[in-house]
Every structure is written in structure tokens, then in C-alpha cells.
């Protein structure tokens, strides 16, 4: 039988080693920043992608010259290439209607923040602004996160961050599936592409990976810091990565930015960001972010991290709807990438569909995703709501079964999580909305 300990304890004593070894590490990372880039900057601007589908016997030199395009992913093995134009390129006419536009082209998802714990401001949803229509006024209010500028770390860990995830994390049993081993993410990677992190926050220092894998696709620059405070799509990465570390505290993040501050990202810089993950050991492709397009390319780099057996989880999206998002949108066909992408969506505290949610045909998990704490850039500490939380979260979730080397986590997972259609205030999306995420009967499945 198991020792079971007793969970707030171990979370408590978790988050007490990240605090005291976050400055030293902290310091080992600032010295350790690459002072060079990685990838040359690309020679021409990209202004539109095809995916096309190929096998072993296919010339690669042969299919850019009749295609007048070159190729930015090419992987036989899962039988997709990924060809890239630029304006003094001939598109030619066999490619047109699969010609998918490159610039802005992924965007994050609707997504809220309640900028002052204290005062009890919740403001879970403020508007109905879209992401995907073309509004960015994503955070609706500022920076001004704490009323007077306080600092959570400036006396250790503070109490109010042990326990103001209390009930998400009860909602979905993390604290009895952390008493039941030791590895809570160890010797795990996952990519968290996005709008890049503040490398400098001390809830993330530890968690970070070697500082060699991080890049910034955006800038073409090593140091995926999170910039633009004024910018709609700040903290984002940030806030990402806080969800994770509490979930998992001994998986790596690989910090990878591909959005700008206004939450906004080029299709190529996806491409080479996935190519990236999957090449630097990766295992978990954390995307909180999509496009409201049937995107074709999207589909290819979901069948390429399968093909190279790293899971992708994506979120469904905060538009309300039953429109989930691409990538969380192809989890529906499941044919060319097997166990290894997964879709989510959030509830509230009571397993009931967020108002916020996308849902529909191929949503396969469910998780909290109302009033998650988390961190901010500049040391600070917020709440956000939305689908990337919920995205987040189950990307720890899956990390946790995954330090045990089970085979097949995604599909555990899904099995071992609960079904809360059953609830009358979920009646209106039966078979549209998933299951709800339960962290211990999916180590409890998984451990020996």
C-alpha cells in the first residue's frame, strides 16, 4: 500500500523548495542566456504556406521546383511537407485553393484576468469581445494587477498561493495523485509556444529548461522574454507557465515565443516553432492559442509531432460556441495522429460548460478554467479564465503520468477522466463536450 501524505503539505513543501532555490537558479539561467542566435533570420518574407502530402519516394528539390516554393518542414515519415512562398515566388495554379495565408494567421483565444485577488473583483467575463473578429483588447483594463504593487515573493511563499487554486486543484484530485509518487513531472519536457515567459519570475526559474533550448521566433533571438507590457496578449506565457508549475513542479518547460504583445503570431514561426519542440526533445506541445481556419498546415504539424511521439494539447477556444478552434478542432479525425493531440475545454467549479467555452463534435477533456491563479510578469500574481488555463492544466496533468514512461498517457488519461454530461446544466451539449480531467484515477491507472 501506498504512504498516502497529506496533499496540502506536499504541494506546500514543493512550492517551498522553488521558492528557496528560484534566486539561485535564477542567476545560473542570466548567465547561461545564449548571446547569439540560433536560426538565421529567413532570406525573403513568407507570405503564404501549403501542406502537401508526400512519401519516402518523393524528391525534395524536385517538389519545390514545381511548386516554385521551398520547403520549411519536410518529414516523409509522417508523409507531409510543408512548402513556404514569398512574393517573388509564382504561385502556381495547382496550389491556389490550399494556399493558406501566413501572417497573423494564430491568434491566443479570448481570455480574461481578475486584476485584484484582494478587493474580490472576479470579473470572469467582461464583454463579448472576440479574439477571432479582430479585437485584441484581450486583458480590458491594464497591468495594474495589484492595487499598491505588491510583491508575492517578497516574504517567501505566500499563503494566499497555496491556497487559492485549493478548490480547482480538489476539483480534479491533484492533491491525492501528488501523495502518490515522488515524480511529479520528472525527466518530462514540455514546449510551451506561445507568447513567450518572463524567464526572470522566481515562481518559474526552476522549472525552466536548459536555457540552450529556448528560442524566440518572433524576434529571431534566443530570449523568448515576454515583451510589450502595453500590448493585449502580455503575460500570457506567463501565466501558462505558473498553471503548469504548480500541477507539475518537476517537468521542465521549454519556453518557445511565436505571438507578438498584441497575441497575434505568423503561421511559419508555428511551423518552425513545433519543428523546434519536437527536435530539442519535447515531450508535450502545450498550445493555448489557434485559429478559427481549417488549416491545413496545422494538420500536418499535428501529424508530424505524432509521427516523432509527442502529444500535442490544445485548447478549444473562448468563443461560446460550437466552433472549437484549430488545432483542438481535428481531434475529432483522429486517423493520422493516433493517441497524441488532445482538445480542451473548461468547466466552472461545478463541472458545468464555462459560459466562455468553445464545445462541440471531437472536445475530448474538460478542466477548471474560471479564476485560476497563476503568475504575471514582474513577480506578480493574477487570476485568468479561459480555455488556455484549462489547456495548461491538462498539459501538467498528462506530465505527470508521462515521468512513468506509460505508453499511451493521452488515451489513460481520457479513459480515467470524468464524465460530467450527465449534470442538468450540461444537458444542452451532450456528445459535444468531453470528459472532466481526474488526475489521481489517472496515476492510479498508470502506477504499478
Known amino acids: 500500500m501506498r504512504k498516502i501524505r497529506e496533499p496540502l503539505k506536499k504541494l506546500e513543501q514543493a512550492l517551498v523548495i522553488i521558492s528557496l532555490t528560484a534566486s539561485l537558479l535564477l542567476s545560473a539561467c542570466q548567465s547561461a542566456l545564449p548571446q547569439t542566435n540560433q536560426l538565421d533570420p529567413p532570406t525573403n518574407d513568407i507570405h ?7 512519401d519516402g519516394k518523393v524528391d525534395r528539390a524536385e517538389l519545390e521546383a514545381q511548386y516554385g516554393a521551398t520547403a520549411l518542414m519536410w518529414q516523409p515519415e509522417a508523409g507531409v511537407a510543408i ?21 497573423n494567421a494564430i491568434s491566443l483565444p479570448l481570455y ?24 485584441r483588447d484581450i486583458w480590458s483594463g491594464g497591468r495594474d494587477i495589484w492595487s499598491g504593487g505588491r510583491d508575492i515573493w517578497s516574504g517567501g511563499v505566500d499563503e494566499a498561493y497555496l491556497t487559492a487554486n485549493g478548490d480547482n486543484w480538489q476539483q ?48 529571431r533571438d534566443a530570449i523568448p522574454q515576454e515583451v510589450g507590457v ?39 514561426d508555428l511551423v518552425r516553432a ?67 493531440l488532445l482538445s480542451v475545454g473548461s468547466v466552472d467549479a461545478e463541472d458545468i ?40 492544466m491538462t498539459s501538467a496533468v498528462l506530465a505527470l503520468g508521462l515521468a512513468h514512461r506509460q ?6 488519461l481520457i479513459e480515467n477522466a470524468v464524465d460530467v454530461s450527465t449534470l442538468s446544466g450540461n444537458a444542452p451539449y451532450v456528445g459535444k463536450l468531453g470528459k472532466r480531467i481526474d488526475a489521481s484515477a489517472y496515476l492510479e491507472a498508470i502506477l504499478p
Open 407 to 412: 505508453s499511451q498517457a493521452a488515451d489513460v
Open 83 to 103: 512548402l513556404a512562398f514569398d512574393d517573388s515566388q509564382k504561385l502556381q495554379t495547382q496550389a491556389n485553393e490550399n494556399l493558406e495565408q501566413n501572417d
Open 112 to 135: 480574461l484576468l481578475s486584476r485584484d485577488i484582494w478587493s474580490g473583483s472576479r470579473d470572469i467575463w467582461s464583454g463579448s469581445r472576440d479574439i477571432w473578429s479582430g479585437s
Open 48 to 54: 503564404k504556406l501549403l501542406q502537401v502530402e508526400i
Open 172 to 219: 480534479i484530485e491533484l492533491f491525492s495523485a501528488h501523495a502518490m509518487t515522488d515524480d511529479l513531472g520528472t525527466g518530462v519536457m514540455i514546449a510551451l509556444i506561445d507568447s513567450g515567459i518572463d524567464i526572470n519570475h522566481p515562481l518559474l526559474a526552476s522549472s525552466l529548461s536548459d536555457s540552450g533550448l529556448w528560442y524566440d521566433f518572433v524576434d
Open 274 to 340: 513545433v519543428v523546434w519542440a519536437v527536435a530539442h526533445g519535447a515531450d508535450i506541445i502545450n498550445l493555448s492559442l489557434g485559429s478559427d481556419k481549417n488549416s491545413g498546415v496545422i494538420k500536418g504539424l499535428i501529424k508530424f509531432a505524432a509521427a516523432n511521439g509527442v502529444y500535442v494539447v490544445a485548447s478549444a477556444g473562448n468563443s461560446g460556441e460550437e466552433a472549437l478552434t484549430y488545432p483542438a478542432a481535428l481531434a475529432k479525425d483522429k486517423k493520422d495522429y493516433a493517441q497524441y
Open 353 to 392: 460548460k464555462s459560459l466562455f467555452s468553445a464545445y462541440g463534435e471531437g472536445l475530448e477533456l474538460l478542466a477548471p478554467g474560471e479564476d485560476v491563479y497563476t503568475s504575471y510578469p514582474d513577480s506578480q500574481l493574477i487570476h485568468v479564465s479561459g480555455t488556455s488555463a484549462s489547456s495548461a
Open 230 to 268: 502595453d500590448g493585449s496578449g502580455y503575460g500570457h506565457g506567463t501565466a501558462m507557465a505558473g498553471i503548469m508549475v504548480q500541477v507539475a513542479p518537476q517537468a521542465k518547460i521549454m519556453p518557445l515565443r511565436v505571438l507578438n504583445s498584441n497575441g497575434q503570431g505568423d503561421l511559419d
